[in-house]
Structure formats: C-alpha cells, structure tokens
C-alpha cells in the first residue's frame, strides 16, 4: 500500500556524486514532485508544505517513474541500507557500490545539497511525461529546492 499520492508535475533531476568504492564520478538521480496528499490523519504531520520536494528512502515507486529514470542512464534498485535499516531505491555506481539517500540529500555539497549557484547550475532538471497523481511509499526531503530549480539545467 503506498501511504501517499503525489501529484504533477514530476521531475527526474541529474546529478554526479563520487563513488566510496572506486572513487569514480557517477551519474546520480533524484525523484522531485510539486505537492503530496493522504487519507491517513496520522501521516499529515510527514507531508511536505510547499513544492517541489524530493523523495528520500522510497520503499515503493510506480514502475512508470523508475523507467523514465532508466531510459536517461539511472542505475537505481531496491536494495538494504544498513544507515536507514530498511531496503529502498536507491542510486548505483557502475561498480556496484550503492550510493545511500542520507549522504547525498543531507551532505551540504553532496549531489542533491548545493551550498552555490555553481553547484546547483550542474544538476540536470527533467520534467517527466506523467499526467496523472500516482501513490509512494516515500520520505520526503526538507530541503529548499529553489536553489536548484532556478540555477539547475533543464532539459
């Protein structure tokens, strides 16, 4: 049962992130949605305000988003975290390495953390052919995507 529907316009953005494993630069993706809704009163207080926002620890996605994220080069599967004890999507090196939600979401600098213009002008923003509100089972980010959306490419 995916807990929350969220809504478009939905978004892929592209970013790099060095690897722990091999220390190659890899190619590193991240859902963004505009607003979220659900039926459950217990789980209003977790809906983000404001969009967009992205999703963090998904434990379920729609087939449709996890194919528009392969046919633009994402590596993504569902896989255990030991930092988040819990299997969720999550991004791949190509050496396998799993890339954790935690570092590049929450790491000022890291892939999906600009601390610059220069730093959010390099990730990549592709707005997704979904027309429909489709449900999650997700976390969200907190984070102020403004920085992003106004500097990042988009494609």
Not at 35 to 52: A, F, N
Not at 108 to 117: D, I, K, Q
Request: hydrophobic content about 40%.
């Amino acid at each position: 049962m995916q807990p929350y529907t969220i809504h478009p316009p939905f978004f892929l953005l592209r970013s790099l992130e060095r690897c722990w494993r091999c220390n190659e630069v890899a190619r590193v993706f991240a859902f963004a949605a505009s607003r979220c809704t659900t039926s459950d009163e217990e789980l209003e207080d977790y809906i983000p305000l404001g969009g967009p926002f992205m999703l963090y620890n998904a434990l379920d996605l729609p087939a449709d988003l996890v194919e528009f994220a392969r046919e633009l080069g994402a590596s993504i599967q569902r896989r255990y975290s030991k930092t988040a004890e819990t299997e969720y999507y999550m991004n791949l090196c190509h050496c396998g390495a799993p890339f954790g939600d935690y570092f590049m979401f929450n790491e000022p600098g890291h892939a999906f953390f600009p601390t610059s213009e220069e730093e959010a002008a390099m990730i990549e923003i592709f707005q997704l052919p979904l027309p429909h509100p489709v449900g999650v089972d997700s976390g969200f980010t907190e984070s102020d995507l403004s920085l992003i959306f106004e500097c990042g490419i988009r494609r």
